[in-house]
């Protein structure tokens, strides 16, 4: 009987679909194992495919090539430690989301998920069947379990492996941050620790994926709930493992701790991951952005740079009329700050000409909004040219408070692929700032020191789509708006839950029809860095035609 076991754990990033990439990452980590004497060498769920591959699992050809992918690792990785890998499996007309156990050059054995995750952003019921709780497996005399994922937010599939035998548990994650998430983690799998008597490996993948981000965090905790290993988030990493068998008990070694950064940082990071992820897994190797002078693209231009340095950032002032000078020195003082390119295209004449392609047919009507979007979708049209001529991706700069109201225009400063910012209310831009530029970390690419001027900060918001205009004159100030779509939104409250917090019941009326009326402009938007439970998307799917409204 076994007294000893080495675990490798790959907490790496996987591209979905990219069957073939996330093979050789596989092999690699294997590698690293195999020559630092691992038994084990685990990596996350569904790492073969990349998670969350959503409708993609249920093409018959894209599961059919996962599955021959993991048994041809098996074949390759014969002569060393065992393998476990996060793939799909099909028994018969039933797809299920596995982890594969490979040894000698075959599968060994497979873990078949039970709890299926049907809330926020996944709908693992409409992919997947329903695995059998299952005992454990053996490796080299000792019986692990691997709970996937959700299986090990609930107590029976972990306590049926402890009845069955089971000596440690592998728990195998893909598991997206949002704030506060690895407390939320920590505090489940201490749970299943303390009921079980056993130690437990919670293994999380890194990586941005469309709107997600993985951001790794992986630890090991010992019976009781101690920590023995905690990896860093939103980095790529392989640690290796140690256990020990004691009085007829596992335990690990003490190894690798390294400490979790506080919310903002942690936001900032899965911004600038995200982003990175995305430009990388799309082949998108630049990125350009309007930069007005305000605190939105002074931000959204803060993150590119760091996600991709500055020589892959160009930033675009668009002045009209209405733009003052205060912004255009600013625009230019954040672009110069982060070294990233700075162009200036005025759109006075090409706003002049539609003016005047538009006239007759406008003849005798007053100037009203539709004037002033013209300028946004000239804007986005000349932003969207340099994208198409230069091989560019375009950012939007909207904040959470904005694409919540519809404070925005369709097809003009909303046209883009990627927003960073999007889940990141209008309030926490401004602490984002601040804190950017009192703080950098070894992961950005962009310089040191404070990159956005405090005059950028400290301003009045405004479009400047029309003299002296104010976003307050539209809008109730950030901070009460951004407090009223907190009870809406993140706490699915209705207006008198915002009454009842002190808030003015013509505000909270206002800003619901505005979310409800904007949903159709969200159903447009470009994808964004999920920072919350409630961001827009996929965790928050409300129907465009909807006349409901609080009484």
């Not at 060994?108 to 809330?119: D, F, I, Q, T, Y």
């Not at 107590?155 to 598991?175: F, M, W, Y």
């Not at 400490?259 to 911004?271: N, S, V």
């Amino acid at each position: 009987m076994a007294d000893r076991l080495r675990m490798t754990l790959a907490q790496l990033d996987p591209i979905v679909g990219d069957l073939r990439g996330n093979a050789d990452k596989a092999r690699a980590a294997w590698a690293q194992g195999r020559d630092a004497g691992a038994d084990l060498v685990a990596l996350p769920e569904m790492f073969v495919t990349g998670y969350n591959p959503q409708d993609l699992t249920l093409k018959p050809a894209f599961h059919a090539a996962a599955i021959e992918t993991v048994e041809q690792l098996a074949r390759d990785c014969a002569d060393g430690p065992a393998l476990a890998i996060g793939g799909p499996w099909v028994e018969g007309t039933r797809l299920y989301n596995a982890y594969h156990i490979c040894s000698g050059g075959a599968v060994v054995a497979r873990v078949l998920k039970h709890h299926l995750p049907n809330e926020l952003v996944f709908d693992e019921v409409r992919i997947f069947d329903s695995g059998p709780v299952t005992g454990p497996y053996a490796l080299g005399g000792v019986r692990i379990g691997s709970p996937i994922c959700e299986d090990a937010w609930h107590d029976d599939v972990t306590e049926t492996l402890a009845e069955t035998a089971a000596e440690i548990l592998l728990v195998p994650n893909g598991s997206p941050y949002y704030r506060g998430k690895q407390d939320v983690r920590l505090n489940h799998m201490v749970a299943r620790v303390v009921e079980t008597g056993l130690p437990l490996v919670y293994l999380n993948m890194t990586g941005g994926q469309d709107d997600q981000v993985f951001d790794g965090g992986s630890f090991v905790l010992n019976p009781g709930g101690r920590v023995a290993v905690q990896l860093p988030v939103f980095e790529d990493c392989i640690a290796h493992v140690d256990f020990t068998r004691t009085d007829d008990r596992w335990r690990a070694e003490p190894g690798d701790f390294t400490p979790h950064p506080d919310a903002w940082e942690q936001d900032y990071a899965a911004m600038v991951q995200s982003l990175r992820g995305y430009c990388r897994k799309t082949g998108f190797g630049k990125v350009l952005l309007g930069l007005s002078g305000g605190v939105d693209s002074a931000l959204v231009a803060a993150i590119a740079v760091d996600a991709l340095g500055a020589d892959n950032v160009r930033c675009v002032m668009l002045p009209s009329e209405y733009t003052s000078s205060a912004s255009l020195d600013d625009a230019k003082a954040v672009a110069q700050a982060l070294g990233c390119r700075y162009d200036y295209v005025p759109i006075t004449q090409g706003r002049a000409a539609i003016t005047a392609t538009l006239a007759p047919l406008f003849e005798g009507l007053p100037e009203d909004l539709t004037e002033e979007n013209l300028q946004s979708r000239l804007r986005g049209l000349l932003l969207m040219a340099l994208s198409n001529k230069f091989g560019e991706m375009l950012l939007t700069t909207g904040n959470k408070s904005e694409v919540a109201v519809g404070y925005a225009t369709i097809y003009g400063d909303m046209a883009g692929g990627y927003n960073p910012i999007k889940d990141l209310y209008k309030t926490r831009v401004f602490e984002t700032c601040r804190w950017r530029n009192a703080n950098h970390r070894h992961w950005m690419l962009g310089p040191d020191g404070p990159v956005m001027p405090d005059s950028v900060i400290d301003k009045p918001p405004s479009a400047e789509l029309r003299a002296d205009q104010k976003d307050s004159d539209s809008l109730p100030d950030y901070p009460v708006l951004d407090a009223i779509l907190t009870i809406l939104v993140d706490r699915d409250g209705d207006v008198a839950d915002c009454v009842d917090a002190g808030y003015a019941e013509a505000d909270a009326r206002k800003v619901e029809s505005l979310l409800y009326v904007s949903e159709y402009k969200r159903f447009q938007s470009a994808p964004g860095t999920r920072l919350t439970r409630r961001a827009f998307w996929l965790d928050r799917r409300y129907p465009i035609v909807n006349r409901w409204r609080s009484r």
